[in-house]
């Protein structure tokens, strides 16, 4: 089937969805929303489609452990051409009463062309190992449908964390270069006071050598963007050095009123799982992520599973039944080769029976082979328990860690507001030299760390909802649906 270059899907996704128009829409240029990178992820991303081959290998043991239920038919043929047909010495006396003792004749055996045919069918009728085989194979499919699914939760919770560090470093250079413009223009405007006899050449050295600072702060900050636009395009399949640009700001969301976001960050907002705000019910979200946490399912199946292995020795001790039937045909002629001969020179043979098989004694391989599939439950049944303990614990740290990072998001908010307006006075104020270049500086440093630490706060926010959804087993796009900007419900 004929696959669309990865960055044209991309492209494609962000004119139209179908089904919901307008829905990924992105004003301005080339720049892809969460729910678009996700889905492209879940299309082309190479663990993703190697945990469907490693499915898709469960399904055809499953097939193969029918095999052993089913009957099994076999033909075999052969021709031989003796060449010099096999000739033994037996006593003349045996058809010449009269010839003397010690008188042997020698008698040939076969004729120069022998054909032979057999159809061999057996039917398992009893076979406790097939049938516990069975549910085995069967089990090990639904284990590695559940592995699927969990490894696309990795997928999916390792994109959005991409994104998510692809908008911090997007933010990080967006930051860097308004800081670097603002201190470049009071640089501009303390040489014309200096030169004006209005400010000191300490104060135009000391922005000098601000800019010096903030320039290659703002060349790490782009070698940043760039590793994590290598980092998320790796998750989707497509070239690294694509230039992949997210739609979204950081320093923009507004976690308090979702409505008053711009429609990327509506998007970005809307792509969670399990809710976090004051009042959730705790405990009911840890009861729900114990039951459908990829982690503890797979290790649920897998105790499940040596148990059939268990009953899978355990079932050796009990005999087989098996059914067969034989079909023969043979046929011996000289002279130049006829395919079966005729009538007179061909013979056939039929056999039915049934066939038991008592397994008595084994060498104590049986025993030990046992002992070895206990000791692996037991391994597998300690091994569930501690991992949904941690469950509990993570799940609930998780939850305090989002609950803090938005708390933290509102107080730099306000940060961010009042260091706005220090910037504003103490710029001001300079001009009018009221204020010294000093507190100009320092305001502007104030104003630059405020605003990284907002979208540091959003950030941190976002990526642990990412880490608490894969927690939860609630992950948008793969365990749920997720809620569309028009009210519709999108996968």
Same mark, same amino acid.
């Given at each position: 089937?004929?696959?669309?270059?990865?960055?044209?899907?991309?492209?494609?996704?962000?004119?139209?969805?179908?089904?919901?128009?307008?829905?990924?829409?992105?004003?301005?240029?080339?720049?892809?929303?969460?729910?678009?990178?996700?889905?492209?992820?879940?299309?082309?991303?190479?663990?993703?489609?190697?945990?469907?081959?490693?499915?898709?290998?469960?399904?055809?043991?499953?097939?193969?452990?029918?095999?052993?239920?089913?009957?099994?038919?076999?033909?075999?043929?052969?021709?031989?051409?003796?060449?010099?047909?096999?000739?033994?010495?037996?006593?003349?006396?045996?058809?010449?009463?009269?010839?003397?003792?010690?008188?042997?004749?020698?008698?040939?055996?076969?004729?120069?062309?022998?054909?032979?045919?057999?159809?061999?069918?057996?039917?398992?009728?009893?076979?406790?190992?097939?049938?516990?085989?069975?549910?085995?194979?069967?089990?090990?499919?639904?284990?590695?449908?559940? +592995?699927? @699914?969990?490894?696309?939760? %990795?997928?999916?919770?390792?994109?959005? $964390?991409?994104?998510?560090? !692809?908008? /911090?470093? #997007?933010?990080?250079?967006?930051?860097?270069?308004?800081?670097?413009?603002?201190?470049?223009?009071?640089?501009?405007?303390?040489?014309?006071?200096?030169?004006?006899?209005?400010?000191?050449?300490?104060?135009?050295?000391?922005?000098?050598?601000?800019?010096?600072?903030?320039?290659?702060?703002?060349?790490?900050?782009?070698?940043?963007?760039?590793?994590?636009?290598?980092?998320?395009?790796?998750?989707?399949?497509?070239?690294?050095?694509?230039?992949?640009?997210?739609?979204?700001?950081?320093?923009?969301?507004?976690?308090?009123?979702?409505?008053?976001?711009?429609?990327?960050?509506?998007?970005?907002?809307?792509?969670?799982?399990?809710?976090?705000?004051?009042?959730?019910?705790?405990?009911?979200?840890?009861?729900?992520?114990? +039951?459908? @946490?990829?982690?503890?399912? %797979?290790?649920?199946?897998?105790?499940? $599973?040596?148990?059939?292995? !268990?009953? /899978?020795? #355990?079932?050796?001790?009990?005999?087989?039944?098996?059914?067969?039937?034989?079909?023969?045909?043979?046929?011996?002629?000289?002279?130049?080769?006829?395919?079966?001969?005729?009538?007179?020179?061909?013979?056939?043979?039929?056999?039915?029976?049934?066939?038991?098989?008592?397994?008595?004694?084994?060498?104590?391989?049986?025993?030990?082979?046992?002992?070895?599939?206990?000791?692996?439950?037991?391994?597998?049944?300690?091994?569930?328990?501690?991992?949904?303990?941690?469950?509990?614990?993570?799940?609930?740290?998780?939850?305090?860690?989002?609950?803090?990072?938005?708390?933290?998001?509102?107080?730099?908010?306000?940060?961010?507001?009042?260091?706005?307006?220090?910037?504003?006075?103490?710029?001001?104020?300079?001009?009018?030299?009221?204020?010294?270049?000093?507190?100009?500086?320092?305001?502007?440093?104030?104003?630059?760390?405020?605003?990284?630490?907002?979208?540091?706060?959003?950030?941190?926010?976002?990526?642990?909802?990412?880490?608490?959804?894969?927690?939860?087993?609630?992950?948008?796009?793969?365990?749920?649906?997720?809620?569309?900007?028009?009210?519709?419900?999108?996968?």
């Amino acid at each position: 089937m004929f696959r669309l270059p990865a960055l044209t899907v991309l492209a494609a996704g962000l004119v139209w969805a179908p089904g919901a128009e307008g829905q990924e829409r992105v004003p301005g240029e080339g720049r892809a929303l969460l729910t678009t990178v996700v889905r492209t992820a879940l299309e082309r991303n190479r663990d993703v489609l190697d945990a469907e081959f490693q499915l898709a290998v469960a399904r055809e043991q499953v097939s193969e452990a029918w095999s052993n239920v089913y009957p099994s038919v076999d033909l075999s043929s052969s021709f031989t051409r003796n060449v010099a047909p096999q000739v033994s010495f037996l006593p003349a006396q045996i058809f010449d009463p009269t010839a003397a003792e010690g008188e042997f004749i020698p008698v040939q055996f076969g004729a120069d062309n022998i054909w032979s045919l057999s159809v061999n069918a057996e039917q398992t009728l009893v076979d406790p190992r097939a049938f516990v085989g069975l549910g085995a194979a069967a089990r090990f499919q639904n284990l590695q449908r559940e +592995a699927l @699914r969990g490894r696309t939760q %990795q997928v999916v919770t390792r994109v959005r $964390l991409g994104f998510y560090d !692809l908008l /911090l470093a #997007q933010e990080e250079v967006r930051l860097t270069e308004n800081s670097l413009r603002r201190v470049r223009q009071s640089l501009k405007e303390t040489r014309a006071m200096h030169e004006a006899g209005l400010a000191a050449a300490y104060d135009v050295l000391r922005l000098e050598v601000e800019v010096a600072n903030l320039e290659p702060n703002l060349g790490r900050a782009v070698n940043r963007r760039a590793a994590a636009r290598r980092t998320l395009a790796i998750e989707l399949g497509t070239d690294p050095e694509a230039g992949l640009e997210v739609a979204g700001s950081l320093a923009q969301i507004d976690l308090v009123d979702i409505d008053a976001n711009s429609s990327a960050n509506r998007d970005i907002l809307s792509f969670t799982g399990v809710p976090v705000e004051e009042g959730a019910d705790v405990a009911s979200a840890v009861r729900r992520g114990a +039951a459908q @946490r990829s982690d503890i399912r %797979q290790l649920e199946m897998t105790e499940q $599973l040596r148990k059939t292995e !268990l009953r /899978l020795e #355990q079932v050796e001790y009990l005999p087989k039944v098996l059914a067969f039937g034989t079909y023969g045909l043979a046929a011996q002629q000289n002279g130049p080769p006829d395919f079966f001969g005729t009538k007179a020179q061909r013979g056939s043979s039929k056999q039915v029976g049934l066939r038991v098989t008592f397994p008595l004694f084994s060498g104590f391989g049986r025993d030990a082979r046992i002992d070895q599939r206990h000791a692996a439950l037991r391994q597998a049944e300690v091994q569930t328990r501690f991992a949904a303990d941690q469950a509990e614990v993570q799940l609930r740290n998780f939850m305090d860690e989002a609950r803090e990072a938005r708390a933290r998001a509102g107080g730099q908010l306000l940060a961010v507001s009042q260091a706005q307006r220090g910037y504003e006075i103490a710029s001001a104020q300079y001009r009018e030299g009221l204020g010294s270049q000093l507190e100009l500086t320092d305001a502007e440093v104030a104003l630059r760390q405020s605003e990284f630490n907002y979208a540091q706060a959003v950030y941190d926010y976002l990526a642990t909802r990412a880490r608490l959804d894969e927690a939860a087993g609630q992950v948008p796009l793969v365990d749920m649906d997720m809620q569309g900007e028009d009210g519709g419900r999108v996968r």
